[in-house]
């Protein structure tokens, strides 16, 4: 079956650095465009890294342009988020997501989810 597990979730102090992983099994990785996304109480949420199936592209928000990159590692099965130069703000629960299309917003496959705290 389809699984994503994502790791690297803790506390970090504010300009502090956190690397998340995501390691995917169960479909054709290297067809699939994958995301990073994240969820704040009380908002919806939002996607914060996209990388493209064989690589070659990435999208980030204003956000995070500059603080965070994304990456991935197609023999691997592994996707990952390093975020550096971190804000309060960016506390939220991560989720990893896996879809065909590099263009789709909506869909695809969902991790549980790993939480990140900003905090002095």
């Known amino acids: 079956q389809v699984q994503l597990v994502e790791s690297g979730g803790g506390l970090v102090q504010p300009g502090g650095s956190l690397r998340l992983s995501c390691a995917a099994s169960g479909f054709a990785f290297g067809s699939y465009a994958m995301s990073w996304y994240r969820q704040a109480p009380g908002k919806e949420r939002e996607s914060v890294a996209r990388?493209?199936?064989?690589?070659?592209?990435?999208m980030y928000p204003s956000s995070v342009k500059g603080r965070f990159t994304i990456s991935r590692d197609n023999d691997k099965n592994m996707v990952y988020l390093q975020m550096n130069s971190l804000k309060p703000e960016d506390t939220a629960v991560y989720y990893c997501?896996?879809?065909?299309?590099?263009?789709?917003?909506?869909?695809?496959?969902w991790g549980q989810g790993t939480q990140v705290t900003v905090s002095s």
């Open positions: 997501n896996a879809r065909p299309g590099y263009f789709s917003e909506s869909g695809g496959y």
């Open positions: 990388v493209r199936s064989d690589g070659g592209s990435t």
